[in-house]
T-cell receptor, first 112, second 113 residues
Framework: DAGITQSPRHKVTETGTPVTLRCHQT?????MYWYRQDPGHGLRLIHY???????DKGEVSDGYSVSRSKTEDFLLTLESATSSQTSVYFC???????????FGSGTQLSVL | DQQVKQNSPSLSVQEGRISILNCDYT??????FLWYKKYPAEGPTFLIS?????DKNEDGRFTVFLNKSAKHLSLHIVPSQPGDSAVYFC????????????FGKGTSLLVTP
């Protein structure tokens, strides 16, 4: 357990509204990630961060933005939510490369 | 394009028998491989990993085998227990080309009594 807290745990929102998901870690891990899990697709990387204010895109980054102003917090923002962004979102952290990822418990997001 | 592939969406095994989960990858730069286990409504949890300098790593009932020439790895669970029923994800990363972990689509394992 790497002390990862995701909030909210569940959210229902309407198409077109902005949504921000928060990931908070207590282990001072350098790397942080946002993945989404969908049936038939497994875990797909949205964005990741390799340090404060250092972020990069993953394979499914369209429609998402991230920010990391402090080591412990990594925010994922859906600028204008769409139904295709209904998913389970997982935050993960990693102390260093070639080390395992620790995952949070996930956020179930429904966009109606 | 999926760089990590788990071609079996599901697997059913009897309790006490061996479970073998397979994973193929396409990126020859991958040098670190992991297996994760996921129960419903929970985050994935780390199970076992292997570096590309090894061909086998064992941890209790779990063994991971790596065949670099075939770009193939497998997870063996012996003996299988009902509590092993979960979705298993294979993942890989390349230390010299970024920091991301690439995941397969997962294999759902059911261990029956």
């Amino acid at each position: 357990d790497a002390g990862i807290t995701q909030s909210p745990r569940h959210k229902v929102t309407e198409t077109g509204t902005p949504v921000t998901l928060r990931c908070h870690q207590t282990e001072n891990h350098r790397y942080m990630y946002w993945y989404r899990q969908d049936p038939g697709h497994g875990l797909r990387l949205i964005h990741y961060s390799y340090g404060v204010k250092d972020t990069d895109k993953g394979e499914v980054s369209d429609g998402y933005s991230v920010s990391r102003s402090k080591t412990e917090d990594f925010l994922l923002t859906l600028e204008s939510a769409t139904s295709s962004q209904t998913s389970v979102y997982f935050c993960a952290t990693r102390r260093g490369t070639n080390e395992k990822l620790f995952f949070g418990s996930g956020t179930q997001l429904s966009v109606l | 394009d999926q760089q990590v592939k788990q071609n079996s969406p599901s697997l059913s095994v009897q309790e006490g028998r061996i479970s073998i989960l397979n994973c193929d990858y396409t990126n020859s730069m991958f040098d670190y491989f992991l297996w994760y286990k996921k129960y419903p409504a929970e985050g994935p949890t780390f199970l076992i990993s292997i570096s590309s300098i090894k061909d086998k790593n064992e941890d209790g009932r779990f063994t991971v085998f790596l065949n670099k020439s075939a770009k193939h790895l497998s997870l063996h669970i012996v003996p299988s227990q009902p509590g092993d029923s979960a979705v298993y994800f294979c993942a890989a990363s390349a230390s010299n080309s970024g920091y991301a972990l690439n995941f397969g689509k997962g294999t759902s394992l059911l261990v029956t009594p």
